[in-house]
């Protein structure tokens, strides 16, 4: 079993970090992806920008991979990459790759994972707007906790 945990200011390949779990015990690899969309409350959305305490983001996200694999219990290999700095449209923030021995424990594992990540991890995002941000002016910002995060 290999848990990789990073917190990048590199771009992130979806491809990679899969391949990262792959094993052939595995009779599953479920991955999630963030990206970042262009809009957000009506607002146009330019990039959104991470910041993180890495230390502490590190320690609880192997912590967060300790919990799932006492959850699920043929979990394989876990990979979580956050990136930090700035994160354009389009571009990925976020990956969670689980290799399993079957899908649902897997496909269960990963979604956990990315709820826990928002509410317990130190990481912000600030939210940076083409037009209109909360305070009327163009090009508006706001910082939120990660949690903020639907």
Known sequence: MKDI?????????????????????????????GT?????????????????YIPMAEKTIQALITEARQKWDDL??????????????????????VSSAHRKQGLEAVHWLIDELKVKVPIWKKEVYVHGGPDGVD????????NAMP
């Open 5 to 33: 945990v990073k917190i990048t200011g590199d771009k992130i390949s979806l491809d990679e970090i899969a391949s990262s779990v792959a094993d052939p015990k595995a009779g599953a690899i479920s991955t999630f992806s």
């Open 36 to 52: 970042t969309r262009d809009n957000f409350e009506d607002k146009e959305v330019k990039t959104l920008s991470y910041e993180a």
């Open 76 to 97: 394989i290999h876990v990979a979580i990459v956050h990136k930090i700095g700035d994160c354009p449209v389009g571009e990925t923030s976020v990956v969670i790759a």
């Open 139 to 146: 090009g508006g910002e706001v910082w939120k906790a990660n």
